[in-house]
């Protein structure tokens, strides 16, 4: 799987051990952006796709994009400087757990690792993308917490089951505002949560939506195509 290509950038993704997938384009598209969102980090970039989707959706806004696995690294940064926000993207190479910046962020994405204990890939990167040995839940809120300003926010998506774990853990630092599940069709169960978190106590309960991708294979919800239409060829 060479190249995919959204309506305003290509993303190239040969060496990166995890494709471009509708985790991170759900992530990249559903995530709240305020006006003053200024300084954005993507923990564990991969190929760069959320970043360009970030850059695409806040002009003027800086994002740096963080992975520890070189291969990755260099195809990011070859996907930001095709693109036409180039200028405004950063990559990084180094471990979330590790980094440090000048400054704080005032979002923070990431479509981290989450398999706990299953048995890991021969392939040394696609392990460091899909398990947690490489960051841990723990560790990605510690660098959150390290990382995010005062007023910052923190989105994440990840399958349900870890996504209610992390929740838990997640109550040490940060405050859930709110949050989206997804299901593949309408019969199908909850796949994955899309949660925003905030170092503020919302003032109001979180806020919680359903969204289903498809009625029927390449038949796709209304919702579906308006919170991607941006990006996908297809809508």
């Known amino acids: ?14 060496h990166s051990p995890m494709k471009v ?16 969102d200024r300084r954005l980090l993507d923990l ?4 760069g796709v959320i970043a360009l989707m970030l850059a695409q959706r806040q002009a003027d806004a800086r994002i740096t994009a963080l992975d520890i696995d070189p291969s990755c690294v260099r195809e990011a940064r070859e996907n930001a400087d095709r693109s036409l926000w180039g200028d405004r993207v950063e990559v990084v190479e180094a471990a979330a757990q590790e980094f440090l910046s000048s400054e704080p962020f005032d979002l923070i994405v990431s479509n981290p690792p989450f398999f706990e204990n299953s048995l890991t890939s021969p392939d040394r990167g696609r392990t460091l993308a899909r398990h947690t040995a490489s960051l841990s839940f723990e560790e990605l809120l510690g660098a959150v917490d390290r990382l995010l300003a005062p007023e ?21 630092h940060l405050w859930l505002e709110q949050w989206l599940d997804v299901r593949t069709t309408p019969r199908r169960p909850v796949k994955r949560s899309l949660m925003l978190f905030s170092r503020r106590q919302p003032a109001e309960s979180p806020k919680s939506e359903e969204l289903v991708i498809q009625t029927a294979p390449e038949e796709f919800t209304p919702e579906y195509r308006a919170l991607t239409r941006d990006f996908y060829l297809k809508f």
């Open 21 to 36: 997938g509708t985790d991170g384009v759900l992530l990249g598209a559903w995530v709240p952006l305020r006006k003053e």
């Open 44 to 47: 564990g970039t991969g190929t």
């Open 1 to 14: 799987m060479g190249s995919f290509r959204f309506k305003e950038f290509t993303i190239e993704q040969e």
């Open 152 to 172: 910052g926010r923190f989105a994440v998506v990840l399958p349900v089951e870890e996504a209610q774990r992390f929740r838990r853990l997640a109550t040490a």
